[in-house]
């Protein structure tokens, strides 16, 4: 029997507020993956990369693995740091892109469980929310994956994103030090005092964290 070739890169968020039962919970659903395909092994020939991000991406498996050696790459695991997702889904695109079996279907599964919060190598943006160049940044990303099928699996994303108009946090305080609508909250920037509506300048749009992944 001639086997199907299936290549899949996993491409994991590992950013700090994955620590405990979010990664643990990702781990197991590596496993999980793994063990289907393998149940699989008589007819599909599964190879495996692995990419993670949190400030940053690496791609962890410099070659295509199988599923055991997968599982070990997975293990290993830890969190810390921001959400690149612009620098992970790149690294994506260069992992499946180095796909060179013939006629493999290729499959991308991206996992995070938080909204974006850099972009680009130098860890550009926020830190802790999503401005317009961190979104945009990430869709471009995106668009250079080339595959036949790509998951975005979301773990407990937010039910909506604000998303920034501007990066720079010195001047733009999104609200910080926010009253009520309608009282006057201070600038410390500016060094004096505004209405609250000022801030809501600041804003793009409000999306679904879902919505970040359908881009």
Same mark, same amino acid.
């Given at each position: 029997?001639?086997?199907?070739?299936?290549?899949?890169?996993?491409?994991?968020?590992?950013?700090?507020?994955?620590?405990?039962?979010?990664?643990?919970?990702?781990?197991?659903?590596?496993?999980?993956?793994?063990?289907?395909?393998?149940?699989?092994?008589?007819?599909?020939?599964?190879?495996?990369?692995?990419?993670?991000?949190?400030?940053?991406?690496?791609?962890?498996?410099?070659?295509?693995?199988?599923?055991?050696?997968?599982?070990?790459?997975?293990?290993?695991?830890?969190?810390?740091?921001?959400?690149?997702?612009?620098?992970?889904?790149?690294?994506?695109?260069?992992?499946?892109?180095?796909?060179?079996?013939?006629?493999?279907?290729?499959? /991308?599964?991206?996992?995070? #469980?938080? %909204?974006?919060?850099?972009? $680009?190598? !130098?860890? @550009?943006?926020? &830190?802790?929310?999503?401005?317009?160049?961190?979104?945009?940044?990430?869709?471009?990303?995106?668009?250079?994956?080339?595959?036949?099928?790509?998951?975005?699996?979301?773990?407990?994303?937010?039910?909506?994103?604000? /998303?920034?108009?501007?990066? #720079?946090? %010195?001047?733009?305080?999104? $609200?910080? !030090?926010? @009253?009520?609508? &309608?009282?006057?909250?201070?600038?410390?920037?500016?060094?004096?005092?505004?209405?609250?509506?000022?801030?809501?300048?600041?804003?793009?749009?409000?999306?679904?964290?879902?919505?970040?992944?359908?881009?």
């Amino acid at each position: 029997v001639k086997k199907a070739f299936v290549d899949i890169v996993l491409v994991v968020d590992t950013s700090g507020s994955m620590k405990g039962s979010n990664l643990t919970n990702t781990k197991n659903a590596i496993n999980a993956l793994v063990n289907a395909f393998d149940a699989k092994k008589e007819t599909v020939d599964t190879k495996y990369k692995l990419v993670t991000f949190s400030s940053s991406a690496k791609i962890k498996t410099d070659d295509w693995v199988n599923g055991t050696n997968l599982k070990k790459e997975a293990g290993k695991l830890s969190a810390d740091g921001g959400t690149n997702y612009d620098q992970g889904l790149s690294q994506a695109a260069t992992a499946i892109n180095s796909s060179s079996r013939e006629n493999a279907k290729k499959i /991308v599964i991206f996992l995070t #469980d938080g %909204k974006p919060t850099y972009y $680009g190598t !130098n860890e @550009s943006g926020y &830190g802790d929310e999503t401005s317009k160049k961190t979104l945009e940044a990430a869709v471009a990303s995106a668009g250079k994956i080339s595959c036949e099928r790509f998951y975005a699996v979301g773990i407990g994303l937010p039910s909506s994103v604000n /998303v920034y108009t501007h990066d #720079d946090t %010195k001047y733009w305080g999104h $609200g910080e !030090n926010c @009253s009520d609508k &309608g009282q006057k909250v201070q600038s410390e920037y500016y060094g004096t005092w505004y209405d609250r509506y000022y801030w809501y300048y600041d804003i793009f749009e409000t999306i679904s964290g879902l919505n970040i992944l359908e881009r």
